[in-house]
């Protein structure tokens, strides 16, 4: 029988693993990360937070501009981190590029009250993208409403629909706190899954849909985007899914050192580059993914060695 949850009995997640496996990669240094590729895997190191943002803005700018009306293509991106999103939006302006066919899918969605939030709710994430990146883009050369597409609760499988008929040349994410992308948070640790976590070949199985997120996951948006403040956060979500995951080309994952923390940026690539599949680590099921590609802002990778404060 697999290890209790030392954070949330109820869930699966990464403390139920083999402590082997976790140890393995809290010891891991810059030199030793790199290390972990292989093909399929990539892993690229920045020095700067302004070219770590840059570089991930340009894959939105090759997403956009790739497409055609005859071949559409685009981008699916997270709200966390956002930080590229208004670089988007300059590069356009300022360099006057016309991606009037391109496509962007919003990742994921809060849901309350099983609907999706409106864009006035605070959170929204439908909010931040408007706001951050595709209002500040000039109306004469950015692409029409209709070529974004936002996950809903009613309208779940014209999402889904939309990749089979436009590529996503790259879904983009950051990681949270239970090793996530998007809200593919473990599942709770209930009967038929009391015993074992699903197995990655029933994760993948999964799509867009609504779900009820980790509490490790309310309490890392709370201390990223609340101040804190837990009763905030709704307790559900509508998230893109594996199944959409792996019509995408590529998978990009930025981890700018905030969302999460020195040990989980370094056991997620531990487990995608062993091909140590998980579903208590969603992301190592990535390791099966084609083309994988981890960004990391190198002054914020840290270390896992004890420092009392």
Known sequence: MRNISKVAKGWWDYTTMDPEILDAAARLNVKDLLALQRPGFIIKMYETRDEFFLAEALEYIKAFTASTADNPTGICGPIGPTEQLPLVARIINDLEIDVREGHFWSMDEW????????????????????????????????????????????????????????????????????KHWAFNDPPQRVAPYDKNPPSPEEYRKLGTRVLEIHPMTMIQNARTSGGGVVTNVPSHAVTVGPVETWKSEMVSIWHPGWHDNPFGMRLSAYMISKKIADSSVPMSLLADHPNVVFHYLQPNFGTCTVEMH
């Open 111 to 178: 849901v309350a009250d099983g609907k999706e939030v409106d864009v006035s709710y605070p959170l929204s994430f439908k909010r931040a993208v408007l706001e951050l990146f595709y209002n500040r883009i000039d109306k004469k050369l950015r692409m029409p409403e209709k070529n974004l597409h936002f996950p809903t609760v009613a309208g779940i499988a014209d999402y889904t629909a939309s990749y089979d008929t436009i590529k996503c040349l790259c879904m983009q994410g950051g990681q949270g706190e239970t």
